[in-house]
């Protein structure tokens, strides 16, 4: 989880107490943080410099290491994180973020060309005016899209932030696309100008902290780039910003700015931004929006700042907790966590609330964010244990301990592989074409893992293949997951449950694996009938072909297809590096009920 660094006397400052070392991990506790490290500004650079420690002397500033949940991107810098406090303590009332009173002619615009669409597709912007910059402030700014950046952002493959100072630039903005070589600035931090291209190699040489950003878009013919109305660069994202429209100490009316090839993810980095530093405007807690006008006419104003409502029934909320909770006090608690609820009830007399969930909290996407909060607020130690009064496996967990037992008593040794493979493992090593049903891993760091197994036999082989000198015969299973794309899906696919067994040596035949699965039908409880009747299973020929034609079949049950078994084809082996005959068996579990 994400650990953000401040310091104790700015952090007591903003609370409006101070707090002793305990009474405040106490605080963290209760809210559902953790201190996790005190230490000082000297201590932390000592350590990064590999130095000996000293000791720390008192002018040092104590610096509060707290670590937060990985999806509360609000609590990533000090204004958020004391917001949060303050509310969760009683001391402040939930925010209301509004949107400055400009009509849509008036609004600033962005026009996003087609060519983006090669690259990074989407851009969303703000606007906070008023704002008062001191030192600690600019640099809380700063710290905060550097964590936004390696977090939600996916160091900046999904997202990437920009801030400029609006009194520098003249708009509309304008965001393009286009061959580096026909792109020239003045990069943040340096003095010259210099042509995309060039500047890539320059940083590839001179900013190791730069250079890790490169690959993104180095290797694409058109760049990214947003111009003002003098065509003067805002920024070449998702690398550098322009030096004309830096921000200092000094700047008082920023432009945000955020590219990104996921737009719900840059409305949250966005709103993240915009909720925790208006604070700071002239006219608290006021963004002002931007239009986006894409290259097909659709128009798109951001940030949005609207609530978002969910109806959140009290008795699932109760028996989420474990505890049965007056709705008064549920209503208190989830105040506590900045989340407004209103009492409602339905035509069936049952006490709801009509949650709204403000732009800061992207974390609540469903009931169960809301019981988890009114959980953290009332106190996991203050909940009751109990013992549930039983325990019953699934179904499914039940047949597949029936399983594992009966084909381990058969003397197979059971194994577990990897559920990610390569494309080859499913498609072309089992002699199979490139395999749509299989679920692609969208930024896969080795060719090993390229995607989710479809079926467990690549696993399998690829076991044999590495232990090809053990002793014969090898009798080895596996039950576990494939994942197959579905559509129909809210996530876009789906997990299946598979048995797969193989014996492998000198004498392996169809026989032998046959045997097998007799043995499991008999256990799960089907007998043998004849080909066409539904009360039972049977087998008929089948053309697989990563198994010996003539010497496969399948295997059919209730009238459902749930597996085929055979003999492994020579060319497979091969492409597993298995120098001895195998027999195999694959079953769709579920398809047993």
């Known amino acids: 989880m994400p650990t953000v660094s401040v310091g104790r006397d700015r952090l007591f400052e903003a609370l409006g107490r101070t707090y002793t070392e305990d009474e405040f991990e106490a605080l963290c506790f209760d809210f559902g943080i953790e201190l996790d490290d005190v230490t000082t500004e000297k201590a932390i650079k000592r350590k990064e410099q590999h130095l000996d420690e000293e000791e720390a002397s008192e002018d040092e500033e104590i610096i509060y290491k707290i670590e937060v949940p990985a999806n509360r991107y609000d609590l990533l810098c000090l204004e958020g994180l004391v917001q949060a ?12 973020y509004k949107v400055a009173n400009v009509n849509e002619e008036s609004m600033l615009e962005m026009h996003v060309k087609a060519e983006t669409s090669k690259i990074r597709q989407y851009v969303v912007c703000a606007i906070l005016r008023g704002l008062t910059f001191d030192e600690a402030r600019y640099a809380s700014f700063i710290d905060l899209q ?31 696309a286009l061959p580096p070589s026909e792109i020239s600035f003045v990069p943040l931090k340096q003095k010259e100008s210099f042509r995309a291209d060039k500047l890539m190699e320059y940083y590839k040489e001179h900013d190791l902290k730069l250079k890790k950003f490169l690959h993104i878009i180095e290797n694409s013919p058109v760049f990214p780039v947003i111009y003002d109305n003098n065509r003067t660069v805002l920024s070449l994202p998702p690398i550098i910003n322009g030096a004309h429209s830096a921000i200092t100490l000094k700047t008082r009316n920023v432009f945000i700015e955020c590219t990104a090839t996921d737009l719900t993810k840059a409305n949250i980095v966005l709103n993240t931004m915009v909720t925790s530093f208006s604070a700071y405007c002239e006219k608290k807690f006021e963004v ?9 006419g659709r128009l798109y104003i951001s940030p949005d700042l609207s609530l978002y409502q969910m109806d959140v029934p009290l008795s699932y909320i ?33 006490v709801k609330f009509i949650v709204s969930v403000p732009p800061s ?9 809301v019981a988890e909060d009114v959980a953290i607020a009332f106190g996991y130690n203050e909940i009751p244990k109990r013992k549930p009064a039983s325990l019953r496996p699934l179904s499914l967990s039940q047949l597949s301990d029936l399983i594992r037992m009966e084909v381990s008593m058969a003397g197979y040794t059971e194994v577990l592989t990897w559920i990610l493979c390569s494309k080859r493992e499913v498609a072309s090593l089992l002699r199979r074409g490139e395999d749509n049903s299989a679920v692609v891993i969208a930024d896969s760091r080795t060719s090993e893992f390229e995607v989710v197994r479809t079926r467990l036999m690549p696993g399998i082989l690829k076991t044999v293949g590495h232990n090809k000198d ?8 596996e039950v576990g997951d494939v994942v197959l794309v579905d559509n129909t899906k809210d996530v876009g696919a789906q997990n299946h449950w598979h048995l797969a067994a193989l014996y492998c040596g000198a004498n392996s035949g169809f026989e032998l694996i046959h045997g097998l ?36 079949a399948s295997i059919i049950c209730q009238g459902k297809h749930i597996g085929n078994f055979g003999i492994v084809h020579p060319e497979v082996l091969t492409n597993f590096d298995i120098p001895d005959p195998c027999s195999f068996v694959e079953l769709h579990l ?4």
Request: aromatic share 8%.
């Open 517 to 552: 699965v007799d043995r499991i039908m008999e256990a799960t409880g089907y007998s043998f009938v004849s080909h066409g009747d539904t009360s039972g299973y049977y087998i008929e020929s089948s053309d697989e072909p990563e198994l010996l034609k003539g010497r496969q």
């Open 85 to 96: 406090l303050r509310i969760f303590s009683g001391l402040d009332p939930i925010p209301t």
């Open 361 to 369: 909290r992207s974390d609540v996407l469903h009931a169960c964010d």
């Open 288 to 296: 002002e929006q931007v239009k986006i006008i894409y290259p097909d």
């Open 146 to 176: 550097d964590r936004l950046h390696q977090n939600i952002c996916r160091r900046r493959t999904l997202v990437a932030v920009g801030t400029h100072d609006l009194d520098t630039i003249e708009a509309p903005f304008t965001y393009e």
């Open 470 to 477: 053990h002793p014969k015969p090898m009798k080895i299973f």
């Open 590 to 593: 579920e398809k047993l009920f």
């Open 318 to 350: 109760n028996s989420v907790v474990g505890v049965s909770l007056p709705e008064d006090q549920v209503a208190d608690l989830l105040h506590k966590m900045q989340l407004h609820a209103k009492k409602s009830v339905s035509e069936k007399e049952e």
